[in-house]
C-alpha cells in the first residue's frame, strides 16, 4: 500500500488534500500536530476516504505539537476510542495507551540525526509493546546507517515499516516493497513532501515502478541520486518493464565498501550500475575488470555470473564516439581524433579512461590540473603530457573536455562571480572551432558549453551522451538493443525541460 501524509493547518483543506490524495493512495496519514485549532476527529473519520493513520508528532519526532504532552496523549486516546483504523504512538508512551480493537497500534521510533547504533534493539523493545505495525523513522545517509535497516527488512516477523530520511532511504522503500511492508509513504506532489527528498506518487510510478516490486523481482542497483541517475533508473526500469523482466532497479549509495558489499549481498544484485564518483573505488570489491575497466582500473556496470563480479566501462565508447562525431564537421574522415590536440581537465577515472582513448586513437593528450605531483605521476603513467591548470589559457588544443572541476589558482576580481556549471573556467579563451565535453554536466547542459555554443565551439550534448551511454548499458545487461524512443520516453517530465 502507500500512504500519502495530510499536513494541512486547517480542518476544510485537509479534507479535500484528503479527497485528492484518495486517487492516488491505499492509506492516508492525518497530521493533526499541524491543525492550528482543535481537530474534529468525528469530522474527520466520517468523510475519509480511505482508511487512515492518525499521528500527532512532537517537534523531537519531526511534528509540530505545542501542546502539552497530557493533551497530546487524550488526543491519540480519542482516535483509538473513536476507531481510527490506525493510531501512531511513540514507543516511549507506548504503555500510557493501550489497545482498542478494531484501531491498530502503529508502534513508532524517530531519530532525526541518525540511525543509532543500537536500532536492534530498539526495534526488539517495540515488539515488546504489542504492536499491530512497527514504524521506523531515521536518518539514512550511507551504507553504515542502512545496514542495520536492511537487516531488519530482510527479517521482519512483525509488520514493519521502515522510513529512511533523505534521497538514499528510497532504496529502503523499495526494498520493503518487496518484503511486503504494510505501506510506503509518498507525497501527493512536488513541493508537499513531508522531508526532503521523500519521493512523489509520481516518482514511485514512473521511476521506481513500485507497482511492479512483488517478492520474486530482482534488482540491479543504480548508485547516487543525481539527475543522471534518476534519469537512469527511470530509463531502465522501462526497459526491463517493456521486456517484461523481473529485474527493477535499486537506488543506493556507497560509503565504506565493506558495507557496501554486505548490503549488495543481502539484497542479492544481479547487477550494478555506477555513477561517476565511484567507478574507481568499486573495483576494490573483487571483480573481474573486461575492456577498457581493465585499462582503466573504474568500471560503471558490474554484472554477477556464476558467483563473480564482472566490470565494464560504457562510458569510455560513448565519449570517443561522441568527440569523434563532433569533430567530425571540421575534421571529416574515418578518424577525426587523429593529431587532434585534447585538453584534459581533471585526474578522475574519467580522465585516466579519456587520455587513454585519446592517445590510442592517435590523438595528443594533455592531463591539465592544479594537483602537479598527482598530474605529472599519471601523466608519465600514461604516456602523454601534464600542463598546470591555468596554463590551459596558453596552450594550442582543438578539444577540451572537463573530467573534474578544478580552481584556479589565480585570484578572481572582487566584481567577478564564478558561475555555476562553469567548472572554474573562463569562458572568455574559447574560441570558435574548438569542440567542448564537459563531463561535470547532468542532463542538462553546464554553463560552461552555453558559453561555447556562443561563441562556435563545437559541443556534446550531455543528455545525448547519457543517452547513448544508457544503450550500452541496456545491451550489456539485457542482451538485447532497445530504441532510443523507449528511454528518452521513460525520462521524468520535471527532468525533461531541463534537460532539453
Known sequence: MICISINQESRRFALVDMLNAARFADLLEVRLDRFGKAPDLGELLSNKPKPVIMSCRRPQDGGYWDGSETERLAILRQCIISKADYVEI?????????????SQRVISYTNLQETPSDILEIYEEAKTKSPDVIKLVTLTRTPEE???LVQIVAKATVPTVIVGLGKPGIMLTVLGQRIGAPWVYAALERGMEAYPGQPTIDDLANIYRLHDIQKSTRFVGVTGFGERETITVAALNAVFAQMQSPYRCLPMSIGDLKVFRKVIDAVKLGALVVDADHQHEIMQIGAEPHGAAKTSSAADVLIQKGGTWHAFHTAAQTWIEALKGALAAKFPGDNPLKDRMV???GLNASARILATEVLRHGGSAILASVNKGAGMQLAQQLGCRFILFDAIYSTMHDVLVVCTEERSMEPRKADEPRKPGSAGIHAGYLKAGMTVMDLTASARKSELLREAELRGCLTVAPRDLLMNQLEQQVKLLTGSAVG????????PERLREEAD
Open 343 to 345: 585538453v584534459i581537465v
Open 90 to 102: 511513540e514507543l516511549d508512551v507506548a504503555d500510557e495507551i493501550r489497545r482498542f480493537p478494531p
Open 484 to 491: 532510443r524512443d523507449v528511454l528518452e520516453a521513460a525520462v
Open 146 to 148: 542502512a545496514w542495520p
